[in-house]
Structure formats: C-alpha cells, structure tokens
C-alpha cells in the first residue's frame, strides 16, 4: 500500500494519507498515536548507525531503513505530518514545531547571525515584531521594516538601507499582512533578493509567513520563495485545540532547522500531530466554506452605515498593482481580514462585549468565528506610534470568519453594532 499519492495528485487528495502507510501499523485506516519518548534498538549497531544517519547523514547499511532514537530528534507522527505539510506546499522536506512563533524564531536564529540584517513587510504579527525589534536586536541583527510590499522602488530603498548596516540575510514576507490584511509581492522579494546577492555575494533568503491564507490559497514556493511558514494552529489545525508551526522548502534549508529544533527541544509533540494529520483531511473543505462566509460577511460590512472600511482581498480594484499581484499569486481571498468602525476604542469594546455567536479570542483560522481589537491585543506591545503608522488604531478590528450559517453571523454583527 503507498503513503504517497501520485505526483498528479490535488491538494485535496494529498490531504488525505501522505506520509502514512497503513502497512506498517496493522492496516488501521487511520494513523495511531506513538506516544513513546524513547524507541528500542534492536543491536548496538544498528543504534550507532541510526545517530550517524541522522547526525551526519551517513547512509544506512545495506539502504535499511535507520530507526527513532528519542522523540525530541522524531517520531512516527512527525514524520507523518511533515511528509504531509511538503507535499501540500510543494517543498522537498518540511519541519514542524511546537508553535507557529517556534518555528519563525527558529527559522531566523538558523539563518541569521551578529552583523547581519533583516528587512520586513509592516504591519507584521506583533510576536515576530518583537522578537525582531526587541529581542534579536540584542544579538547585533538589524530589522528594517517596509510598508509597501508591492512597490518596487520602496523595497529596493529600505533593501539598501538593510544592506548598508549590515549584510542582508532574510527577507520576511508575511502576506497578507496581520492585521490590516495588506498584500505583500512574493515575486518581487525574490528579484530583490537575486539583486542584492549579485551585490553583497550572498543571496538573502525569502521567508513568507503564509498562515492567513495556507496552502489552499497561497504556495509561496511555487512564486520562488525559499521557505514557507505557516502558522499551523490557525487554518490547519483548524479546531482551536493545538498549538503548532511549520516550515518547507529545499532538504538543504529544512535540515539546520531540524538540527536546531533538537537542541531548543521546540518540535511538535506526537499528539499535536496525530491531530494535525486529522485536521489536514478536511482543510479543503473548511477553506471553501469560510471562504464563502467570509465574503459575504466582508460586503455586508462594507454597505454599513457604522463601518469605516473593509479591508479584503476580494475587494482588490481591478487594474491596480495589488490586484494584479493577487491574480497572480493568491487562488482566494481566504477569511480573514480587518475593518474599521466609525469610533475609537469605547465603542469597538462596546460592540465586542454585545456579539453572542462571534467570539472575543485572539487568534484565527478555527471553525468558530473570532473578532479581536489588535491595538489592545495581538500588537499590544508595538509602540501606538509604528502601530498607527501601519494603519492600526483604535477603530481597527481584525475578523476570522468560521464555519457558521453566514445569515446568522449578519444577525449578530446587527445587533453589536447597535452599540456604536
């Protein structure tokens, strides 16, 4: 029985079964849970060999297949989801983690060092912000952030300015942007990253963070990035009940991850995955449903009286440049995205604190609808004056859509919004 569908395959059907082959756990239909910390060798030698295959990359003897050592370095249902998460992004290999921020911080600590520099699309996740502003600040790695990342001219100038303090080692690509949902030009990063090669004799590499609209949406692979993050907890778990992250790419870049990932102990534990490999079967599903929801759910705002602007993908004007990088590089709209109501602060907790079938929580991507207010929450630690810089003030409110009926979503953005 094959663990890997056919190279033909659709995402949909690489959701279900790659990287687990029912052959080898008695024919069960589903994947068991290997909840072993510690796996048994059946001689010495064949434990030396395994350390030397996976330390060194020493093939195996006689091509055996090298055995588990600990589940900190893997286990069975890492591997399973791993094999999954390449297939749907397209990557020769990937690395999962225990979070979506474990698996950024360990990507930019693997490529990253003293001296060298870091540009990046604003607004970004206010947790990677502060790891790249605050914390890696200290280790003599400069960040330089850009707000336009679909405007050539723009990127090439803080690129330069990037490079003139330091060699450029990462471009970091989080589009859409969280929370103001702005499109970022994945192509363009990757002109700009062989251009700054040819000049300062490294290539930076082109890190998109893809968890707004994962790998049914968005393949940042297929555009010429070098690494896709994904933020796994969110669309891909898709049940608000696990914590995970992953990065795919080329085997030679996946690998220092994993090495790195075994000494910070941050890999993605057997029951987050064998919840993973669960969730991953019915992704497509889910993505086409919020989708919808949140389509109508985006125009039905944009006509109220009460509501600012809507920012949505969907609504991208044709003709203009970031539309045209939508067409180009995005297959939907995905669902979520941020507005702005007609008030401050006051009446956006007013018209939090009245929903009664959209939840107040801060993340996204699950079956339930969520609504956050970012300045007082997810970027609550940027400072008030880079957050309104980028278009995050008190009336801006970032909106998951789930899996509701979209009529009874209406009803209750109806009634919350008679607060304001």
Known sequence: MAATPPK???????????????????????????????????????????????????????????????????????????????????????????????????????????????????????????FLN???????????GYTDGADPDHVRSVAAQAMAAGTLGVILVETPANPTSVISDIGLAVRIAEEVGAKQGRRPLVVVDNTFLGPFLQSPLSQGADLCMTALTKYCGGHSDLLAGGVSGRKD???????????????????????????????????????ANALTLATWLRDHPKIKSVTFFGFLEEGSRERSVYDRQCRGAGSTFSFKIKGGEAEAFRMLDRFRIVKLAVSLGGAESLICHPASTTHYQIDKARREAVGIDDSTLRLSIGLEHPDDLMDDFAQALEAI
């Open 8 to 130: 033909t395959a659709r995402l949909d059907t690489i959701t279900i079964g790659t990287g687990y082959d029912p052959a080898t756990a008695s024919g069960a239909a589903k994947p068991p849970l290997y909840l072993s910390s510690t796996f048994v060798y059946p001689n010495a030698q064949f434990a030396k060999d395994t350390h030397a295959n996976f330390f060194e990359g020493v093939e195996m003897p006689g091509g055996e297949t090298p055995g588990y050592i600990y589940a900190r370095l893997s286990h069975p249902n890492l591997d399973m989801v791993e094999a999954r998460l390449a297939a749907l992004d397209g990557g020769e290999d990937s690395a999962v983690f225990s979070s979506g921020m474990a698996a950024m911080t360990t990507l930019l600590q693997a490529n990253l060092k003293p001296g060298d520099t870091v540009i990046y699309g604003r607004p970004l996740y206010g947790g990677v912000d502060w």
């Open 134 to 144: 605050s914390h890696f600040a200290q280790f003599g790695v400069q960040s330089f």
């Open 253 to 291: 870049l996946i690998a220092p991850l994993k090495t790195l990932r075994t000494m910070l102990g941050n890999h993605s534990d057997p029951h987050t995955c064998w919840l993973l490999l669960r969730s991953f079967e019915t992704l497509h599903i889910r993505t086409e449903r919020a989708c």
